[in-house]
Structure formats: C-alpha cells, structure tokens
C-alpha cells in the first residue's frame, strides 16, 4: 500500500539530492543553533556539504526527464549503450568527438559522435537516461549549464553540445545526416 500518488513519486525521486539536501542544511543549522560542542564544530562543515548536494541535485533534477522513452542506455565504464527497439550500439566517452543534441526528432535525442562509428541516437527519456548527467560532466570542458539551458529550451534544430578540442571533424559526416 503506497500513501502517495505515482505522480508525487516520480515528483519526489527526481528531485532528491535536493531534498536531502535541504533535510541536511535544516538538521546542519539546528545543531549550531543547538548546545554546541562537537556537533557545533560538524554543523559548518554539514553546511557546506549540504549546499553542494543541493547544487548538484539541482542539475540532475532538470537533466532529468519523466522517463517511459523507448530504449534503455547502460554507462559502464566510460562506455555508453544504448538498447532501442529498432537501433543501439555502444560509443566510448574517450573516443567521442562530438555531442548534439537534435531536437529535430520527437522526443529529442542525443547524438554521440565517434569517428569510425555510426552515430548513436539516444531519446532523452529512455529508461536510464538518467546516468548521461554523470558520463556527459565527465566529458573534458563540456559545459553543464550550456548543456541544461539547450535542454530546457527544447531546440527545433541540432545543436552542438560539445566538440573534442583538436578533434579532426572534416572527416566526419555533417550534422545534418539521420
């Protein structure tokens, strides 16, 4: 027997290093406005823990989607797979070159880019899509904001994300390719 609708579930769980978060900073400031002692001591650095759990969960929670897209995608080891329905593959983070995010498909998709490699088309709410955040921010100068603000902003054309510095792109295929 559950007390909460699906909805507030899904609600709740997507935004959970915020909430746990803020459950940390309330807890962090009533022990320093508590006796004092060690806990007094703990509390700052709680803090702090607590603000930059809420910074981070503040960008997982808009990176992620409600979920229920076709497919699932797998991060294991700096590796990304995809399992869809018609298509999938794999891509190596290291080997990536290029990431765009083509919001000409509905829903959008990402694309990721390696040369040598057809190119990998993930929705962005396939099941287990959630775990692009992590291999995404691992990507060497990718910029998580610029990331999330194209997200949000839902483009009607592809739109870059992030490109290898140095990578040799002219012996890639345009963009504009399914």
Request: glycine share 12%.
């Amino acid at each position: 027997m559950t007390f909460f609708r699906p909805e507030a579930t899904a609600a709740l769980w997507r935004w959970r290093e915020v909430l746990v978060g803020i459950a940390l900073a309330v807890l962090a400031l009533w022990w320093l406005a508590g006796p004092g002692g060690l806990l007094g001591y703990l509390a700052p650095v709680m803090l702090v823990g607590a603000g930059a759990l809420i910074m981070v969960g503040l960008q997982r929670g808009r990176f992620r989607s409600a979920g229920g897209g076709l497919g699932t995608v797998q991060v294991d080891e700096g590796q990304v797979t995809y399992f869809g329905p018609l298509t999938g593959g794999a891509v190596a983070l290291r080997e990536m070159s290029r990431l765009t995010l083509d919001g000409a498909q509905r829903p959008a998709h990402w694309r990721l880019e390696q040369y040598g490699q057809p190119d990998l088309m993930i929705p962005v709410d396939a099941d287990g899509a959630d775990a692009l955040f992590d291999a995404f921010a691992s990507l060497p100068g990718l910029k998580t904001e610029h990331m999330l603000a194209q997200l949000r902003a839902a483009p009607t054309t592809p739109v870059v994300i992030w490109e290898r510095a140095g990578a040799d792109l002219s012996r890639m295929e345009p963009l504009g390719r399914a």
